[in-house]
């Protein structure tokens, strides 16, 4: 903002993250991306297998199926599994954009912009939707699922940076989604003056 310009921010929103990470592709990349063989490889590969999972309905509950998929939730590793699974998304995400940040299963794209310069505005808004088509096919190959319906795009200035801005929405795949007035991210809820939003204002 006190370069004159305002940020563009979407934050990407998966369907059930850590339940579709997928062991074999995990312990690859843990031994290709993070050098862990030998025996250590053989504990996370322990710590994945042999887990079980059924589902009860109403009255009634279903047969026991091992689990190909999946961290556990709660856990210690948990997190950091699913980080290390996702490690090669910055590198998609840096071809196109030069900042992300992610923590867990949230990942911000940001990008800044001068407000009221057409040309620029537009060369962001197609710098943004290319490195979204990016990321969705690097999510589905490493089967992961980008909700569409669920991401959301924040523009973040003062107000006066604001009311020059002449951007309407973000293509996400096959639903345009336009800036909303405030966001939560990792728990927090700010508007686009970055400001913090009480919680008692973010049910009214």
Known sequence: MDCQQVTLLVL???????????????????????????????????????????????????????????????????????????SKLFDVIKEHLPTAHAYADGTQLYLSVKPGNGASEEESI?????CIKAVRTWMTKDKLKLNDSKTEFLIIGTRQQLKKVNIVSLPVGDVNITPVASARNLGTVFDSNLCLVPPYQQYM
């Open 12 to 86: 990407l929103d998966l369907s059930a993250a850590f339940d579709t990470v997928d062991h074999s592709i995990l312990l690859h990349r843990l031994e290709t991306s993070f050098g862990i063989t030998g025996t250590v490889r053989k504990w996370f590969e322990s710590y994945l297998s042999g887990r079980c999972q059924r589902i009860a309905f109403k009255d009634g509950i279903s047969d026991i199926f091992p689990l190909t998929c999946g961290v556990p939730h709660g856990s210690c590793l948990g997190p950091l599994l699913f980080t290390m699974y996702a």
């Open 126 to 130: 197609a710098a943004m939707e290319t």
